[in-house]
């Protein structure tokens, strides 16, 4: 393909408190590239990946800089900046719930989610110019955003674009695509993990996280005209290990834990599995069969972790507050292989640890990145 009609995406997954690993990779790229020409034309998130995507584009004319706030943003926070943690918030939900059990007979609603996440909103507001980042998108810096959230009204997998290029709404199995300018709503439905946050009402229906239904996460980049997609996954590449004790029952934390594993992962690891056996058949192909089909050779590259995350997190597990240790302890998530907690420690020795994962990661890899972008 002629490098002059190339159209690269920056593809930011899903995974809580694990985007803290993205923003090292990024960190590593800025600092490489310097003050050249801009490595993206295409920007898409989910859930976390959605907030990084946000503070990216806004700041996507000096994206050095852009890069060096989120890094200084991710390193500062705290699980309060995400979600209210203290003891009241806390003991609230909790007697709210028994009491919606016992007396719902009685018109006694259960709370909207298990945690609130009012801080992140406040957050967003604060870090993220919209009205700068609709600039952005709407002139010669960037071609797009894309924000992925999931209806509840239809159970379909929503692309929200903005973008100045051209690109048709596009409706397939369960997924869709729509134009329209991106808010601090499509962040916060885009991030909104089903039960753990409350879902956010966009329009006419309310949306939760949107790795819940994104069955084909490179589809927004690959509709919106790009060829080459870099992506930046949340699970390293190694498949079990050897537990450390004796198998047990998985409590509920664990098997949440390993829900929010499928959610963010498991997906867009088939999904780059399924591309690479399309590029493997078109090449296969005879030249004039080829021109007969709308499929199009796509590249890939994708970073994960080098090192298991969970025990990056089990190193750290004691910087969360008391309350959601104890939240924690009593989902029977306080035990190896810390899933659930490596997605929601908001803490600076955690998120610092995976930003040096993700910056030692792409720093190693850093000729082979470049040789992708072609910068």
Request: hydrophobic share 45%; with cysteine.
């Given at each position: 393909?002629?490098?002059?009609?190339?159209?690269?995406?920056?593809?930011?997954?899903?995974?809580?408190?694990?985007?803290?690993?993205?923003?090292?990779?990024?960190?590593?790229?800025?600092?490489?590239?310097?003050?050249?020409?801009?490595p993206f034309d295409v920007i898409t998130g989910v859930?976390?990946?959605?907030?990084?995507?946000?503070?990216?584009?806004?700041?996507?004319?000096?994206?050095?800089?852009?890069?060096?706030?989120?890094?200084?943003?991710?390193?500062?926070?705290?699980?309060?900046?995400?979600?209210?943690?203290?003891?009241?918030?806390?003991?609230?939900?909790?007697?709210?719930?028994?009491?919606?059990?016992?007396?719902?007979?009685?018109?006694?609603?259960?709370?909207?989610?298990?945690?609130?996440?009012?801080?992140?909103?406040?957050?967003?507001?604060?870090?993220?110019?919209?009205?700068?980042?609709?600039?952005?998108?709407?002139?010669?810096?960037?071609?797009?955003?894309?924000?992925?959230?999931?209806?509840?009204?239809?159970?379909?997998?929503?692309?929200?674009?903005?973008?100045?290029?051209?690109?048709?709404?596009?409706?397939r199995s369960r997924r869709v695509g729509i134009t329209?300018?991106?808010?601090?709503?499509?962040?916060?439905?885009?991030?909104?993990?089903?039960?753990?946050?409350?879902?956010?009402?966009?329009?006419?229906?309310?949306?939760?996280?949107?790795?819940?239904?994104?069955?084909?996460?490179?589809?927004?980049?690959?509709?919106?005209?790009?060829?080459?997609?870099?992506?930046?996954?949340?699970?390293?590449?190694?498949?079990?290990?050897?537990?450390?004790?004796?198998?047990?029952?998985?409590?509920?934390?664990?098997?949440?834990?390993?829900?929010?594993?499928?959610?963010?992962?498991?997906?867009?690891?088939?999904?780059?599995?399924?591309?690479?056996?399309?590029?493997?058949?078109?090449?296969?192909?005879?030249?004039?069969?080829?021109?007969?089909?709308?499929?199009?050779?796509?590249?890939?590259?994708?970073?994960?972790?080098?090192?298991?995350?969970?025990?990056?997190?089990?190193?750290?597990?004691?910087?969360?507050?008391?309350?959601?240790?104890?939240?924690?302890?009593?989902?029977?998530?306080?035990?190896?292989?810390?899933?659930?907690?490596?997605?929601?420690?908001?803490?600076?020795?955690?998120?610092?640890?995976?930003?040096?994962?993700?910056?030692?990661?792409?720093?190693?890899?850093?000729?082979?990145?470049?040789?992708?972008?072609?910068?």
């Amino acid at each position: 393909m002629n490098p002059q009609t190339d159209k690269t995406a920056l593809i930011l997954t899903g995974g809580g408190a694990r985007g803290a690993y993205q923003v090292g990779v990024l960190c590593a790229l800025g600092e490489a590239l310097g003050a050249k020409e801009r490595p993206f034309d295409v920007i898409t998130g989910v859930s976390v990946g959605a907030i990084n995507a946000a503070c990216l584009t806004a700041g996507a004319d000096d994206i050095g800089t852009a890069i060096r706030k989120m890094g200084d943003l991710w390193a500062g926070l705290h699980t309060q900046n995400i979600y209210r943690a203290d003891v009241a918030t806390m003991a609230r939900t909790i007697l709210a719930y028994g009491g919606s059990a016992l007396f719902g007979w009685a018109g006694i609603r259960p709370p909207k989610s298990i945690l609130d996440n009012e801080p992140l909103g406040e957050l967003l507001a604060r870090e993220v110019d919209f009205t700068r980042l609709a600039r952005m998108v709407e002139g010669p810096t960037l071609d797009a955003l894309a924000i992925t959230a999931s209806s509840y009204e239809d159970g379909t997998s929503v692309s929200f674009y903005h973008g100045s290029t051209p690109a048709r709404p596009w409706q397939r199995s369960r997924r869709v695509g729509i134009t329209g300018k991106i808010t601090a709503e499509h962040i916060m439905a885009s991030a909104a993990l089903p039960f753990v946050f409350p879902s956010v009402k966009i329009g006419g229906e309310y949306y939760g996280d949107g790795a819940l239904r994104q069955i084909a996460p490179l589809s927004p980049a690959i509709h919106l005209g790009c060829n080459k997609l870099f992506l930046i996954g949340a699970r390293d590449a190694e498949i079990g290990g050897e537990p450390e004790n004796a198998p047990a029952y998985p409590s509920p934390g664990v098997i949440a834990g390993q829900l929010l594993d499928i959610v963010f992962n498991d997906n867009l690891e088939a999904d780059v599995e399924r591309l690479k056996r399309i590029n493997s058949t078109l090449d296969s192909m005879m030249p004039e069969r080829r021109a007969l089909t709308d499929l199009r050779h796509v590249e890939v590259m994708m970073l994960q972790p080098s090192e298991d995350v969970r025990k990056i997190a089990a190193r750290h597990v004691a910087e969360l507050p008391w309350s959601v240790k104890a939240l924690l302890r009593a989902l029977g998530a306080w035990k190896a292989p810390w899933v659930l907690p490596s997605y929601l420690m908001f803490e600076p020795g955690y998120v610092c640890a995976l930003m040096d994962l993700g910056r030692k990661d792409a720093t190693a890899r850093m000729d082979e990145i470049r040789d992708f972008l072609r910068c």
